[in-house]
């Protein structure tokens, strides 16, 4: 029986009987080796796992019945399947996606077995994974999680707006399965616009802070996805550092402050709204004095550069980036009213060439044509996608509003509803 190889995969964020059970009895079938799966892995269909590798491996090495650990950096198994050939892959009996099929598919090439073992759905073990599910909303947990994933992920992270619980949900929970990857959203975006419109109010600092953190608080106590505020211009420096220690208190992880000053409107107004931009040394004492605020160092700053929005050109906009680094700022967040992305890649491609490492994000809202790869390609490091789900839900609601007045009853508005069963079950 010992001349029989056998594989196991595991993410082993942390490890209970159920773990034991599945390795104990992987084990008997011969020689084991762990694949343990890589953070990248985890990050791609969870979020960032709380445990690193290197940890997670040391547990998992010094487990009864283990012979060998090895790194597993995909979800699939073809990579492994064709480098190891073992005789037995052991995997539990609940499955995504078309894996299964494919494996079988792999193991039949040189007559390897899968071998299935139930899922346990022991008590005592479902309470233990709910309670481990309960740290991940946890502020601390939290709070570090968008930079972790900025280090982690191999694409540019996507995130999504939310203005309350349902749109947080909607960002924690949409998957889409393509082959072996499972595409999500990285993180949520708490829009001024949005969280203003959703209230029926313009998007002039007029929603202030104490309504801000309420609705913050409503998308943590649903969601554990990293929380990226749009801070408006950070209203007076003396209430920044107040408002910075709340943030970094409840568990957001990176606030992202423009560069104006005045009565705020929103940017793609453009010029049309008598704008204006704030000067780079006042904005850059602004980041310093927030920077001062922090107690951890999970929080990020991300300075936001309103140069092209207001027509002050490329070198403005150089000139304050530079700056805005060096007063501390975490990431630039440059935007563009314009529907084409060229200033935009422009602008990335001359900050790259000064700054390698400092965090770069883009609002592609206007010139939405162009996609993530091409982003990559320029060096961002987050993409927001600012104000969709508001924009979409909105459309939707006025119809059926207006087809209840058009038929003065519900029945043909219903039809555009979701079925009131479904309602009461989703949450
Ligand atoms: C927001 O979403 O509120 C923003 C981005 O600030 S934008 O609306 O494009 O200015
Ligand atoms: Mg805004």
Partial sequence: MMNKTVFLSIGAEFIHGGHIAIIDRAAELGELTVG????????????CPILTY???CRVISHLNGVSHVMKKDTLGYEKIIRELRPDYVVHGDRWNGNSKKKILELLEQYGGELVEFPYTEEHEYSVFDSRIEQMRYMPEVRRGKLKRALQLSR??????????????????????????????????????????TAKGKPDI???????????????MEVTTKPIILDGDTGGLPEHFYYNIRTLERMGVSAVIIEDKVGLKKNSLFGT?????????????EKIRIGKSALTTNDFMIIA????LILDQGMEDAMRRASAYVEAGADGIMIHSKKKEAGEILEFCRRFREIYEDIVLVVVPTTYAGITEEELAGYGVNIIIYANHLIRSAFPAMSRVAKMILENERALEAGEMCMPIKEILTLI
């Avoid at 600092?205 to 409503?218: F, G």
């Avoid at 936001?304 to 140069?307: C, D, Q, V």
Wanted: charged share 30%; glycine share 4%.
């Fill in 36 to 47: 343990v799966l890589s953070d990248e892995a985890i990050m791609s269909y969870k979020g």
């Fill in 272 to 284: 049309d709204a008598g704008q204006q931009q704030d000067t780079i040394e006042n904005f850059c």
């Fill in 304 to 307: 936001r550069i309103e140069s």
């Fill in 54 to 56: 290197e940890e997670r």
């Fill in 155 to 196: 694409r540019p992270l996507r995130v999504l707006e939310a203005h309350d619980g349902l749109t947080g949900l909607i960002v924690e929970k949409t998957q889409l399965c393509k082959a072996e990857e499972v595409r999500q959203f990285d993180a949520m975006w708490v829009s001024s616009l949005c969280d203003s």
């Fill in 205 to 219: 600092e007029l929603v202030d802070m104490t309504s801000r953190e309420n609705t913050i608080n409503e998308i």
